[in-house]
């Protein structure tokens, strides 16, 4: 099934060692999503990629980067992890007329 | 986007309806109400969406009031499968952005 991928499920980082978390779809979506979902939290948009270009959210840090080679791939790069950073990391897409397709989501830990 | 309203939590009977209020009294004209899930460790999951008339699929029905400020979310025969958050979202369809508001955590009871 087409589907939006994200590896690894689980990703353990050393405090400011940097990490980068992968999602790739097979959906041909142009619009591609990084949310943080902290515990018992709801899910927060960091940024996004229209195509290529690239919208970030006022408050995301500037220790979270992305990068978007194609269509298919977005990275999320944190370049200092701090503890504050453990989080579940969802990728989601968007095609034009398509509603939201998400990823089974990254958890981070920082140790 | 429009803010929402929901409760923090609620619970069902495993095989009656789940019915899953929402508040949006601010919605504009042109903004949908979309309803998505999550399911522990898992990525939300659509459910279903409306503007002005009620829509049923196969998970779910949105009830809409004629004023659309308010909406409910009805689970048929909720199963415990069911148990998860449920968020309601109003935003203009095509947009870009999906803002999470904190979502009513359902519990299905056996």
């Known amino acids: 099934d087409a589907m939006v991928i994200q590896n690894p499920r689980y990703q353990v980082t050393q405090f400011g060692k940097p990490v980068t978390l992968s999602c790739s779809q097979t959906?041909?979506?142009?619009?591609m999503y990084w949310y943080q979902q902290k515990s018992s939290q709801a899910p927060k948009l960091l940024f996004h990629y229209y195509d290529k270009d690239f919208n970030n959210e006022a408050d995301t840090p500037d220790n979270f980067q992305s990068r978007r080679p194609n269509t298919s791939f977005c990275f999320l790069d944190i370049r200092s992890p701090g503890l504050g950073d453990a989080a579940m990391y969802l990728c989601?897409?968007?095609?034009?007329?398509?509603?939201?397709?998400f990823g089974s989501g990254t958890r981070l830990t920082v140790v | 986007d429009a803010k929402t309203t929901q409760p923090p939590s609620m619970d069902c009977a495993e095989g009656r309806a789940a019915n899953l209020p929402c508040n949006h009294s601010t919605i504009s004209g042109n903004e949908y109400v979309y309803w998505y899930r999550q399911i522990h460790s898992q990525g939300p999951q659509y459910i279903i969406h409306g503007l002005k008339n009620n829509e049923t699929n196969e998970m779910a029905s949105l009830i809409i009031t004629e004023d659309r400020k308010s909406s409910t979310l009805i689970l048929p025969h909720a199963t415990l499968r069911d148990t998860a958050v449920y968020y309601c979202i109003v935003r203009v369809a095509g947009a870009q952005k999906l803002v999470f508001g904190q979502g009513t955590r359902l519990t299905i009871n056996p």
């Open positions: 989601a897409t968007q095609g034009q007329g398509a509603g939201y397709t």
């Open positions: 959906l041909n979506h142009n619009v």
